[in-house]
């Protein structure tokens, strides 16, 4: 069973408008969010992150939503470049036991910023 | 530019061969993950490993293996490759929980 869900497989935006990701969690252990973008033939790529203890973070164009109590979170991205056109995958991370600090992924949802 | 470095990007081999990836990072990081992914699903965490000496299996049960007997060199071994293994095999490090930096994976097909 999938424990973070990025529903959309696609999404595609005009150029200068904004751009919203969303990602679902069904583990209300998870404590930690990310952002990674992916282009292809490369590796994932860290974008920004949320601990649970805020709602909100912001990194110049890009900010993170978090909704604990819907457990969603979701990613901004204003305005939308050509260059943003890759990849994003949501990932949580939780404590499993002492030490553990393994990462959770979504499948990814495809972002293409047409000109 | 990279500062984790996985060997070889593409790997094109034939059933029953024995694979070794490799991946080194330079930033000394303690913790060291191999996932898998293949094409428009989730990275699946298959191995990771805290320090030296120290590796554990991931959630996705795979028939690969790895060591850590250097704090920079993370390999995985298969030995006797099959088509099922046929994936993309990412490395990642960290010094802490977030975030973890990636490579940019190899490319494995078993004929």
């Known amino acids: 069973d999938q424990q973070v869900k990025q529903n959309s497989p696609s999404l595609s935006v005009q150029e200068g408008r904004i751009s919203i990701l969303n990602c679902d969690y069904t583990?209300?252990?998870?404590?930690?969010f990310l952002w990674y973008k992916k282009y292809p033939a490369e590796g994932p790529t860290f974008l920004i992150s949320i601990s649970s203890i805020k709602d909100k973070n912001e990194d110049g164009r890009f900010t993170v939503f978090l909704n604990k109590s819907a457990k969603h979170l979701s990613l901004h991205i204003v305005p939308s470049q050509p260059g943003d056109s890759a990849v994003y995958f949501c990932a949580a991370s939780g404590r499993a036991g002492a030490g553990s600090y393994q990462l959770t992924f979504g499948k990814g949802t495809k972002l293409s910023v047409i000109p | 530019e990279a500062d984790i470095y996985q060997t070889p990007r593409y790997l094109v081999i034939g059933t029953g061969k024995k694979i070794t990836l490799e991946c080194s990072q330079t930033m000394g990081h303690d913790k060291m993950y191999w996932y898998q992914q293949d094409p428009g699903m989730e990275l699946h965490l298959i191995h990771y490993s805290y320090g030296v000496n120290s590796t554990e299996k991931g959630d996705l049960s795979s028939e690969s293996t790895v060591s850590r007997i250097r704090t920079e060199h993370f390999p995985l071994t298969l030995e006797s490759a099959r088509p099922s293994h046929t994936s993309q095999y990412l490395c990642?490090?960290?010094?802490?929980?977030?975030?973890?930096?990636f490579g940019d994976g190899t490319r494995l097909s078993i004929l």
């Open positions: 583990n209300s252990m998870f404590d930690y």
């Open positions: 990642a490090s960290s010094d802490d929980v977030e975030p973890q930096h």
